[in-house]
């Protein structure tokens, strides 16, 4: 693929991104401190850092388009078209959401499976019932480098390819699967390579560069609509955290997520807006405080909502809707 248009997005996208590369941050961490606290220890496959690569993403996508995300940012599904932050919280919180981040079909939330892999042949599914029902959306389906290496994704990679589905595949290349390296799980440097065996456009960028990723993302995305059949993309990104909170992390060379830290995407993309001119340190303050007090009066009202007495329950508006 040719390099994405230099042609700068305006500046209310560019703003946008920013915003919900914020709220997507912040709201993670006050989620996750309310879980912590109820639970008395942290848990949770965390991804801070890691934001940039969903977001981007969904920033090109409209309501009916499908997504499948990775598990470790999950909560950042708030920013697809037709989703809200509230549905965020509120399925983070255990309460039943209007719109289930997993399965809200008819804003193309088709499911997925702790089984990792396994969805990538569903959303494939997703695909070719949007092409013979002419509907024009695009699938976009995320997973981990770790999962990417499974054989649901080859089988889903080839039959894409040969059907020339309307479909992009994402490998959010955070360099580990639990314990282990990416080093140890593949022979090659650049996993988007495999996209030229299966007969599509390949392309690696930089997960942590938002700019970059949202144009890289919007040109695969764009080609795809306009009939274009199906791309790899890998993003790279680091763990900056551990698998789960209170992994020890003895596989980790000390000091290493310390060191990506400076990666950080929310950071670099705050100094870029502001060298471009369309971020003051005025902006970014207001902005904070604007996103907190969004994440804070929404959390108020999701803890006000009744727990549900069931799975059944939790996840009614989905199953009502079968
Ligand atoms: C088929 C399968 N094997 C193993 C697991 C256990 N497991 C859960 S998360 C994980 C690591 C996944 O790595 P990756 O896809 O790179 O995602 P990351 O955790 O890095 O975001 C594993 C092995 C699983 N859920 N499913
Ligand atoms: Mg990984």
Known sequence: MEAPSLELPSKEVLLKLYRDLLTARRGEAEIFAIQSKATGRGSGHRGPGEEAIPIAILNNLTETDCFHPNFRTYFCHFAKPGFTLKD??????????????????ELGAMGSSGTLGEASVRYVGAAVANVIQKTGDVTVFI????????????????????????????IQNNKYGMGTSWRKSYNIEDLSVRGAGYGMPHETVDGNDMLNMYLVAKKHIDRCRAGGGPSLICADTWRMRAHYEG??????PKGEAQDWQKYDPLMRYEKQLMELGV????????????????????????????????????????????
């Open 88 to 105: 965020a919280i509120a399925q983070s919180l255990g309460r039943r959401s209007e719109h289930p981040l997993i399965f809200t079909p």
């Open 143 to 170: 997973q981990g480098d770790g999962a990417s290496n499974r054989a649901p994704t080859h089988e889903a990679m080839v039959v894409a390819a040969a059907w020339q589905l309307p479909i992009i595949f994402v």
């Open 247 to 252: 992994d020890a992390q003895i596989y980790r």
């Open 279 to 322: 971020l003051s340190q005025e902006d970014v303050d207001r902005l904070e405080a604007e996103v907190i007090a969004e994440i804070n009066a929404t959390i108020e009202e999701v803890e006000s909502m009744a727990v549900p007495s069931s799975y059944e329950d939790f996840m009614a508006s989905a199953i009502d809707g079968l």
